[in-house]
């Protein structure tokens, strides 16, 4: 289908869905949705093209080459796809444009469209119309009513803690969920990624929300271009603020709390150790959905990113584990396979020239590139003092070249790497 037709009829989706939304404002209707919401069992017999002709059918899609190895045999995700983050090359997927609930990992588009909007230290006091609509059974962060938080001890709430709480007050801040919904679908479009329909910002389960492993890759790769993105995906634990309480004598103090993040791939579990290389980005667990997650990781000076939904084999952190097993396999197959696709650059790429005064910050700080700070070591402050920056990560993260000296001979203008930082 041609783009002009598609974004109609993308527009016309969208519209529905923003109509079906407001009339289910209530939180029992937000936790059921209607059944038809479900995916199908089998794929498509056809699916989207965007980024080459073999992402659009069904299957596994992989083009060995001379001392390639072989695709790990326990991958059971219904839909996934491993991807070089520098040249957008995609080394392997399986059924990448199947347009299916993408649960919490949409909060990665939610964070790439609304992270430029505010400065971290923006505060806001939280009213009781800012937590109206979060869904029933949602991951909260734990923010109170009539409380104070800046924009950085949102961000953390919703990147660490996956906090529809948090992405309800961001979304309030930004006019409305309404306004945000519209936002992010404005800015998948300008992404090219034509497989999702937003409904509800946090990715909670509603009648018509869908993406794609294509496109929540693209969402990540786009993410990462932003300095302020890269640490709140790889941030580990921070301290979040808690409720403000008064003593005898009148006297108020305000406490704060540890939160960990839910990513096992990037602060391990009990079955699932920290992924060597890993630097974020975002998993994401309902219902309707199952279990989702992209992660990008770097090794020997590649970076790769990969997705994963809904795997069929119901085991305990089952999507790391073969988010594990694809990473494993994309490393030792780069340079040893021939791409099947591509995951394209935004639509104004081609027209955009590189700004030297770029950061990549939260909120248009105006610093240089040159002038920013790597992630990987870094401390963040702001109402979370010590924060540890992806403490596992033994190789790089992405970080911008200083006055916009981009790669050359890139479709997406990603940053360079840095290597080898030294971890607190």
Do not use: C
């Amino acid at each position: 289908m041609p783009a002009p037709k598609k974004a109609l009829r993308r527009s016309l989706t969208v519209t529905s869905a923003a109509l079906t939304a407001l009339a289910l404002l209530s939180p029992v209707a937000l936790a059921a949705p209607s059944p038809s919401a479900s995916p199908s069992a089998t794929p498509p017999a056809s699916m989207s093209t965007v980024g080459g002709a073999r992402l659009g059918k069904p299957g596994t899609q992989v083009d060995l080459a001379g001392g390639a190895p072989v695709l790990p045999k326990d991958v059971t995700a219904r839909s996934w796809i491993v991807a070089d983050a520098e040249s957008g090359d995609v080394l392997a997927a399986h059924n990448a444009h199947w347009r299916l609930a993408p649960a919490s990992t949409l909060k990665m588009l939610f964070a790439d469209t609304l992270l430029p909007k505010w400065p971290k230290t923006t505060k806001r006091t939280v009213e009781v119309s800012d937590l109206a609509g979060v869904g029933a059974g949602s991951s909260l962060v734990g923010i109170k009513e009539k409380e104070t938080y800046t924009v950085h001890d949102l961000w953390l709430g919703v990147f660490l803690r996956s906090g529809n709480d948090a992405v309800h007050v961001l979304s309030a801040m930004n006019d409305g969920v309404d306004k945000t919904v519209a936002d992010m679908n404005a800015h998948a479009d300008e992404l090219q990624a034509l497989d999702t329909t937003v409904v509800s910002p946090d990715g909670y389960d509603m009648p018509g929300q869908v993406s794609s492993a294509y496109d929540l890759t693209l969402f990540a790769r786009s993410g990462l271009q932003k300095k302020d993105f890269r640490e709140y995906a790889s941030t580990v634990r921070a301290k979040f603020p808690g409720e403000t309480t008064k003593n005898k004598k009148g006297k108020t103090s305000r406490g704060t709390f540890e939160i960990q993040n839910t990513n096992r791939l990037l602060a391990g579990d009990s079955d699932v150790g920290v992924y060597p290389g890993i630097a974020g980005v975002k998993n994401g667990n309902t219902t309707n959905a199952g279990a989702t997650f992209t992660g990008v990781a770097e090794r020997g000076g590649r970076v790769l990113l990969v997705t994963v939904m809904n795997p069929a084999k119901d085991e305990h952190n089952e999507v790391y584990k073969e988010t594990a097993r694809l990473f494993d396999w994309g490393f030792q197959a780069a340079g040893k396979v021939r791409p099947v696709g591509e995951l394209v650059g935004p639509r104004s790429a081609a027209q955009a020239s590189p700004s030297a005064g770029a950061s990549g910050e939260a909120g248009g700080t105006g610093k240089g590139a040159a002038g920013t700070k790597p992630v990987a070591g870094a401390q963040t402050g702001g109402g979370a003092g010590g924060v540890g920056i992806a403490a596992g990560i033994t190789a790089g993260v992405l970080v911008l070249l200083a006055g916009g000296a981009f790669l050359v001979n890139r479709r997406w203008p990603l940053p360079d790497l840095v290597r080898r930082r030294t971890r607190p």
